[in-house]
């Protein structure tokens, strides 16, 4: 068998780090393709599988390789505490490209504009993910693959396409954009093809993205309050999209 440190090494510079049990478990569930997968204690990580995943044990059985913890630490830079990592294929541009772009949606795209939090980033995948949107589109300098914000995405990238695009790449579709001076969006059906954008957490909405916008839309807030945190403006948006339009139940 392959030295699992050696394949790690040779193969981490283009791979989607998956940093503790959950991003692994969700990357495998999602079928995502894991060359390698390290742990300090793989007993207890297949113990972990029969308890809270038991769909992705057997598959984690054949994956995982126990490697000394001074090995793990050397390999990854914040072990999680549950004490296993892999690397995983990152997903075909082009076929996420062609996933947002087929028509009809039946599930809206996800815009951040400009985000700047890799944490916040992380946690919109999550909730497009668990929402069945049919992806997240980034623009502006922050990679949405970055090891941070895959980490706090729990591996759910590989379960909606996620991309980074210009303003004038976005996938066709209505695009109703968030802002404080938009109608509230309780008086809204949002389409399934809809794009739902979002701006960055200290500057709001890009001017080009907002002369782009078809719908000006707003969050109901409690006046003097200033602003919500970029994922909970995201999870209310996505739920209302989901009680509305045609999301799947």
């Given at each position: 068998?392959n030295d699992p440190?050696?394949?790690?090494?040779?193969?981490?510079?283009?791979?989607?780090?998956?940093?503790?049990?959950?991003?692994?478990?969700?990357?495998?569930?999602?079928?995502?393709?894991?060359?390698?997968?390290?742990?300090?204690?793989?007993?207890?990580?297949?113990?972990?599988?029969?308890?809270?995943?038991?769909?992705?044990?057997?598959?984690?059985?054949?994956?995982?390789?126990?490697?000394?913890?001074?090995?793990?630490?050397?390999?990854?830079?914040?072990?999680?505490?549950?004490?296993?990592?892999?690397?995983?294929?990152?997903?075909?541009?082009?076929?996420?490209?062609?996933?947002?772009?087929?028509?009809p949606r039946t599930?809206?795209?996800?815009?951040?504009?400009?985000?700047?939090?890799?944490?916040?980033?992380?946690?919109?995948?999550?909730?497009?993910?668990?929402?069945?949107?049919?992806?997240?589109?980034?623009?502006?300098?922050?990679?949405?693959?970055?090891?941070?914000?895959?980490?706090?995405?729990?591996?759910?990238?590989?379960?909606?396409?996620?991309?980074?695009l210009a303003v004038?790449?976005?996938?066709?579709?209505?695009?109703?954009?968030?802002?404080?001076?938009?109608?509230?969006?309780?008086?809204?059906?949002?389409?399934?093809?809809?794009?739902?954008?979002?701006?960055?957490?200290?500057?709001?909405?890009?001017?080009?993205?907002?002369?782009?916008?078809?719908?000006?839309?707003?969050?109901?807030?409690?006046?003097?309050?200033?602003?919500?945190?970029?994922?909970?403006?995201?999870?209310?948006?996505?739920?209302?999209?989901?009680?509305?339009?045609?999301?799947?139940?």
């Amino acid at each position: 068998m392959n030295d699992p440190v050696r394949v790690w090494r040779q193969l981490r510079d283009d791979s989607v780090l998956l940093d503790g049990f959950h991003a692994l478990k969700h990357a495998v569930r999602f079928g995502a393709r894991v060359p390698v997968a390290v742990t300090t204690d793989r007993p207890a990580v297949l113990e972990l599988a029969a308890e809270l995943a038991p769909d992705v044990r057997a598959a984690l059985d054949g994956l995982l390789t126990e490697v000394p913890e001074t090995a793990f630490t050397a390999l990854v830079a914040r072990p999680h505490p549950t004490s296993v990592a892999a690397l995983a294929v990152r997903p075909s541009r082009a076929a996420n490209l062609e996933g947002l772009a087929r028509t009809p949606r039946t599930a809206p795209v996800v815009v951040l504009d400009n985000p700047r939090n890799l944490g916040n980033a992380g946690a919109v995948i999550r909730l497009a993910a668990g929402f069945g949107a049919t992806g997240v589109v980034t623009t502006g300098t922050l990679d949405p693959w970055h090891p941070t914000v895959v980490r706090g995405g729990a591996g759910l990238h590989f379960a909606t396409a996620v991309e980074r695009l210009a303003v004038d790449e976005l996938p066709a579709g209505p695009l109703f954009a968030l802002d404080p001076e938009g109608e509230d969006i309780r008086g809204t059906k949002l389409p399934d093809d809809a794009l739902l954008a979002f701006g960055s957490e200290r500057s709001g909405l890009s001017a080009e993205l907002r002369s782009r916008a078809d719908h000006l839309v707003s969050l109901p807030m409690r006046p003097q309050v200033s602003s919500y945190n970029l994922a909970t403006s995201v999870a209310m948006t996505l739920f209302h999209w989901s009680a509305t339009g045609d999301a799947p139940a």
